[in-house]
């Protein structure tokens, strides 16, 4: 009796042993990284690296906590109030934990990636292909991986970074909030930085990214107008964004961009265009009778016949009239009726365009590759469809209707 | 580890304190009798004579004069009644007793019947008789014929005057209590807006009155038990009969009687004998200074014990839910207390999780916290000389030593604290960078957060686990204060109070608990008494039907007016 107790009780004891040793090692003072001790990371470029220093040029932007804080409270700023809340670093590397570990050699504090808001790939690298960037920081588990992924058109990411607009906003925060202020932006697409990971591996998809300007190199979608003397603010220095920077191939190389009005046309075609402002009229004259305010969804059904593949994407806009121009405007149904066919045949018009030039780059920004796979997986083995995408019949057909066609507020 | 014996020694002698083989009664000596050789006059307890009284009055003042009377405070007067008749002597406590009372109705009576007695202008009282001095001569309400010694003892220590008689064994105890006590005036620690301001007193038949003028049933029962060695101290258990479940009753009796100490000289040291667990850091008691509240929860099914000597009832059992309960949730609507419950819920929450919650953010999870914040916090963070964690622990003892010192501070001297505590610890501490104005953000409401609850024990729980707490939330963050959690939830169903689980309410559940713990019903829903007390009627009140339609005052003026009309 005795000593199966005591057997028993020694089998406790180890059980209750092993299980706090297999509880509490799973975390512990190893974990104890305060956050003053932190260089808070929230933006990071990745751009191509100068010949013979490495691969990649890894730029952070990282806060001044005291500069914040100074410019909020007032006062007890000290040195560093008057300057930027921030400050750039870059290094090279041949991989990106390479050029990480140079640039913790220049940092006093250990470089924390857990508040990263943005990722800004350089155009050059993005030239050369992202996947094996976007794989290793993927991979790293400290990052964010809710931070937005974009493109820098004919800039350095780094150089993006280094912008500070005047109401002591860096680019970063202003870039993420661009992003988060609505849930979609007007004029390009929104890609997390996972997103982009895990869409990327997708088959029959291609990854479209969004494009950030240096201030006052585009003139696209009204951007330049605030730059212009009398325009308000004209020492604008947030980047720009818009347009879509279209990559394809296994290596997700930089293919083509999409200007401001293809990007429209894309967001058609994604069902994404959320409060879209569509013009109607004589357009030679950029004269204009009608504005519509409009909501776009989209229906894209996948047709087989014989062995044919063919597509057909529905757009279906819905919406009020937002202004009238012109004076010959009724309330008679007919004229409804007008406006919304002439609208149809607008987003038709405009979504058929931004297609041609998918299909153009071979970047199947819509995943219609991966319909057929999903949906005739026998037919996807026998296909090749990067080469097949670029001929690819898609009928693009749209219908809108309005709403509330009377109510003016 | 095992102590080992060694065997070099002898064995030691087992004494055996002998018990008496019958329940314990009050009044009992628990004390081992030793033989008379053996007993050292110094050492023993005096209350442990259990002998009769001497019928001759000279022998029993002598014992008295070696026994209590030798104190300064205990008064023997000696009377002749008359000439032929017996001696008498009255012993009383000054500064215990009414001297009036004595003085008037107990010396003054017997005077009087002395002289009708001589005189022989009344047929006289035969004064050697105790009964007929009882019956006949003396004006006092409250009176007890005793034959014990112990008991003349235990009568003069409580504040009665015991009268002896010459030739006579047995004795009268007569109820002369009346020393300067504190009018009953509102609690202190238990403010409410609507409820009553009557709050217990350090009387205990005060006390029992109070909570029987809440309760006017024949159905209160009120049972005095006499606790302690040396001292005597009387404890009332009140209970509800044909609610209270009598197995309550029975056990607070048994734990009362062998409790086996000097003096009980607090509620909390009858508390702590009656309680099922000793170690555990959780109240098992919810105490009050509230006649209303026992009231209240006497008929709910508990058993309340009140202490001579202490302004504050203990209940009997106790559930964790008991803690946030209050009188006010009785006396508004119940919309108003459910949210107020919700708050109070929420502050020990607070109380408990919000230090430890920011360390483990700050200092194990920064990427957890909005970049904003987490931006904000590194900024009020930055310059300070010390990691969160010792930050954290300077300002908790520092609102400990704080909060100590209040409590001691004579109250003319509360303004200093106020500018101390608030301007040293707050202002100076964040302006000399020793901690961060976030930190002073926190301490500060964990510290208001901890006043929330009616009871302070339970709070002072949380406050005597937080520094383990915040220990484990630095090194293991977010997972620590969960695994920590985990611990004290599994402590806590472990625990029960009179053999009611303590989480009971939740787990187990009754029916209707749910309309009153977190959240409050209607009080017309609120039908059951606290079930988990198991009480022998279960319902408090039937489904209340409102016994006529909403007035129509109008109609009742117009038919005035026009009954009037034609009066007229």
């Known amino acids: ?409 | 580890m095992r102590w080992k014996k060694p065997k070099s020694l002898p064995e030691p002698i087992k004494t055996v304190t002998p018990r008496p083989a019958r329940p314990l009664l009050p009044g009992d000596s628990v004390w081992p009798e030793k033989s008379s050789s053996e007993t050292s006059e110094e050492l023993t307890p005096s209350s442990r004579f259990g002998q009769e009284i001497p019928a001759k009055l000279d022998e029993a003042v002598r014992r008295l004069k070696s026994g209590i009377a030798a104190s300064s405070d205990v008064i023997v007067r000696e009377l002749v009644l008359s000439d032929e008749g017996p001696r008498a002597a009255v012993v009383f406590v000054d500064g215990l007793v009414d001297k009036k009372r004595i003085d008037e109705y107990i010396i003054g009576a017997l005077r009087q019947a002395d002289r009708y007695g001589l005189s022989g202008a009344k047929p006289g009282v035969d004064l050697s008789s105790v009964t007929a001095i009882l019956e006949r001569v003396l004006s006092v309400s409250e009176t007890k014929e005793i034959n014990q010694f112990s008991e003349v003892e235990a009568g003069v220590l409580t504040g009665d005057t015991v009268l002896l008689l010459d030739g006579s064994s047995t004795a009268l105890d007569l109820g002369t209590k009346g020393w300067d006590k504190r009018s009953v005036s509102e609690p202190q620690t238990e403010r409410t807006i609507r409820g009553p301001r009557e709050g217990f007193v350090e009387t205990l038949s005060t006390n029992v009155a109070l909570v029987r003028r809440e309760i006017a049933s024949p159905d209160l029962r009120v049972e005095y038990i006499k606790v302690g060695v040396r001292a005597k101290r009387t404890v009332a258990l009140m209970y509800m009969k044909g609610i209270t479940n009598p197995a309550i009753v029975e056990t607070a009796r048994k734990r009362l009687a062998a409790i086996d100490v000097d003096a009980i000289l607090s509620d909390y040291a009858v508390e702590y004998y009656l309680q099922d667990h000793f170690l555990t850091p959780f109240p098992l008691a919810r105490s009050t200074e509230r006649p209303d509240f026992t009231a209240r929860e006497v008929l709910n099914g508990k058993l309340a014990i009140l202490t001579d000597g202490s302004p504050f009832s203990v209940l009997f059992p106790t559930v964790l839910t008991d803690f946030f309960r209050t009188t006010d949730d009785y006396t508004g609507s119940y919309t108003v207390v459910t949210l107020t419950r919700f708050v109070r819920l929420l502050a020990n929450f607070i109380t408990f999780f919000l230090a430890p919650g920011y360390i483990a953010l700050i200092d194990v999870h920064p990427d957890l916290l909005p970049t904003d914040l987490a931006v904000s916090i590194a900024g009020s963070r930055e310059g300070v000389p010390f990691p969160a964690i010792i930050e954290v622990f300077l300002m908790v003892i520092a609102f400990e030593i704080l909060r100590e010192g209040t409590v001691r501070l004579p109250g003319m001297m509360g303004q200093t604290i106020g500018i101390v505590g608030g301007l040293v610890i707050g202002q100076a501490a964040v302006q000399a960078k020793i901690v961060s104005d976030i930190m002073v953000i926190i301490i500060a409401l964990t510290a208001i957060a901890s006043f929330t609850n009616a009871d302070y024990q339970i709070a002072a729980t949380w406050r005597l686990l937080l520094p383990f707490l915040l220990v484990v939330a630095a090194l293991f963050g977010i997972y620590g204060i969960a695994l920590f959690a985990l611990l004290i939830i599994a402590h806590i169903t472990s625990l029960t109070s009179f053999g009611v689980p303590y989480t009971a309410t939740v787990s187990p559940v009754y029916p209707g608990g749910y309309l009153d713990n977190f959240i409050q019903a209607p009080l017309g829903m609120l039908r059951t008494r606290l079930l988990f007390t198991r009480p022998l009627d279960k319902k408090k009140q039937k489904p209340y039907r409102q016994p006529m339609e909403h007035p129509d005052l109008a109609a009742a003026q117009k038919r005035a007016e026009r009954r009037r009309g034609d009066g007229q």
Not at chain 1, 145 to 167: C, H, Q, T
Not at chain 1, 247 to 255: M, S
Not at chain 1, 385 to 391: A, I, Q, Y
């Open chain 1, 1 to 409: 009796m005795r000593p199966r107790s005591a057997r028993r009780s020694r089998k406790r004891t180890a059980l209750v042993i092993l299980c706090l040793v297999l509880v509490l090692s799973t975390s512990g003072c190893w974990d104890y990284h305060p956050v003053t001790t932190r260089a808070l990371v929230v933006g990071m470029a990745v751009d191509k690296g100068e010949t013979g220093q490495g691969r990649y040029e890894v730029t952070l932007q990282i806060v001044i906590p005291q500069a914040i804080k100074g410019a909020a409270g007032g006062g007890a700023g000290g040195a560093a109030a008057g300057g930027p809340p921030f400050y750039i670093t870059s290094a090279n590397g041949e991989t990106f934990l390479e050029a990480l570990k140079n640039l913790q050699t220049v940092n006093g504090r250990q470089i924390f990636l857990g508040h990263v808001r943005v990722v800004i790939f350089g155009e050059g690298l993005a030239m050369e292909g992202l996947r094996p960037i976007v794989e290793e920081l993927a991979r790293y588990a400290e990052l964010d991986k809710a931070a937005f992924s974009m493109i820098a058109r004919g800039a350095k990411g780094k150089d993006i970074l280094a912008l500070s607009s005047p109401p002591d906003k860096m680019a970063s925060t202003s870039l993420h909030s661009t992003f988060t202020v609505a849930d979609q932006h007007p004029n390009t697409v929104r890609v997390r930085l996972a997103e982009f990971y895990i869409r990327g591996w997708e088959p029959g998809f291609d990854q479209g990214l969004p494009t950030v300007f240096m201030p006052g190199t585009t003139t696209e979608g009204g951007a330049a107008a605030t730059t212009q003397p009398g325009g308000g603010g004209q020492d604008r220095t947030e980047p720009v964004v818009g347009g879509v920077a279209l990559l394809n191939d296994q290596a997700w190389r930089l293919v083509d961009w999409l200007s401001f009005e293809e990007t429209t046309g894309l967001l058609y075609l994604l069902g994404k265009a959320e409060h879209d402002s569509l013009r109607l009229g004589p357009s030679e004259s950029g004269e204009y009778d009608e504005v519509l305010h409009l909501v776009i969804r989209r229906k894209v059904r996948l047709i087989t016949e014989g062995g044919q593949i063919r597509f057909r994407i529905d757009l279906m806009g819905k919406g009020r009239i937002g202004e009238v121009r012109s004076t010959t405007l009724t309330t008679t149904e007919g004229d409804f009726v007008r406006i919304q066919n002439e609208a149809a045949r607008a987003i038709e018009a405009q979504a058929r365009e931004t297609l041609r030039r998918l299909q153009e780059a071979g970047s199947d920004v819509l995943g219609l590759g991966s319909m057929v796979l999903y949906q005739r997986p026998e037919l996807w083995e026998k296909i090749d469809w990067s080469s097949l995408f670029p001929t690819v019949p898609v009928e693009v057909r749209a219908t809108v209707r309005l709403k509330r066609k009377g109510l003016i507020s």
